[in-house]
């Protein structure tokens, strides 16, 4: 198995609301990872874990919050966002140590209303 | 930290033609090189990637070579489809988990059928 699962594909949400992203995968891989992506840009980096540990935190605000609850799960949660955190976010895995493959998800399309 | 330029921003040619992509990076100490292809509304996957022991490797109709004295690589797909339209991001990494690449802008490949 070589898939990244992330639900939901699409969210919209108000301002106001609190909602989360989930990632699974079963690769064993021990690094995980939540990007953000606008149109037609690259991947920006949000996260990064490393043994279910936050090992990075790419100055993200705090309306953000990663939780690893093990080595195969991933969430993202989402409160009083803004209409620009509006993109596709995406979660990858991949071994640990570098100079190895990242596998992405599929994505979640967020839009904020 | 690590800076990757990628050029050009869009690209097209007639199918059958060749296309190449080139990047820049200013990390001397980057050791790994990964190429993404997008398909419009899809999740990046890893195309090709090459360490920094090794000058050239192929697969295929694509190829990527690397000078690490000039710092830079690039991406060579030969014989090009429609299939083969996409966006295209080249990253570098060091020694640190795969996910931590920095990416390149990206280029918009359009094959002309």
Redesign the interface.
């Known amino acids: 198995d070589t898939e990244v699962t992330q639900t939901p594909k699409h969210l919209v949400m108000g301002m106001t609301n609190k909602k989360s992203l989930k990632c699974e995968q079963h690769m064993g891989h021990r690094?995980?990872?939540w990007?953000k992506q606008k149109a037609?840009?690259?991947?920006e980096?949000m996260f990064?874990y490393?043994y279910e540990k936050l090992?990075?935190n790419e100055s993200v605000p705090s309306r953000f919050s990663p939780e690893c609850p093990n080595s195969s799960l991933l969430n993202l949660h989402l409160h009083a966002l803004q209409p620009e955190d509006s993109a596709l976010y995406?979660c990858?895995?991949?071994?640990?140590?570098?100079?190895?493959?990242?596998?992405?998800?599929?994505?979640t399309r967020l839009t904020v209303v | 930290g690590e800076n990757v330029e990628q050029h050009p921003s869009t690209l097209s040619v007639q199918e059958g033609d060749s296309a190449v992509i080139k990047c820049t990076y200013s990390d001397s100490a980057s050791?790994?090189f990964?190429w993404?292809k997008q398909e419009l509304g899809?999740?990046?996957?890893?195309i090709i990637?090459i360490?920094s022991n090794v000058g050239e490797k192929k697969d295929q109709r694509i190829a990527v070579t690397l000078n690490k004295t000039a710092k830079h690589f690039s991406l060579h797909i030969t014989e090009t489809q429609p299939e083969d339209s996409a966006?295209y991001?080249c990253a570098a990494?060091?020694?640190?988990?795969?996910?931590?690449?920095t990416?390149?802008?990206?280029t918009?490949l359009t094959v002309k059928p």
């Open positions: 690094a995980m990872y990007y037609k840009k690259p991947p980096l990064v490393s090992s990075i995406l990858a895995s991949s071994q640990t140590g570098g100079r190895t493959e990242a596998f992405f998800g599929q994505g | 050791n790994y990964p993404y899809k999740r990046p996957q890893l990637d360490r966006v991001f990494n060091y020694n640190t988990n795969a996910g931590k690449s990416f390149g802008d990206g918009t």
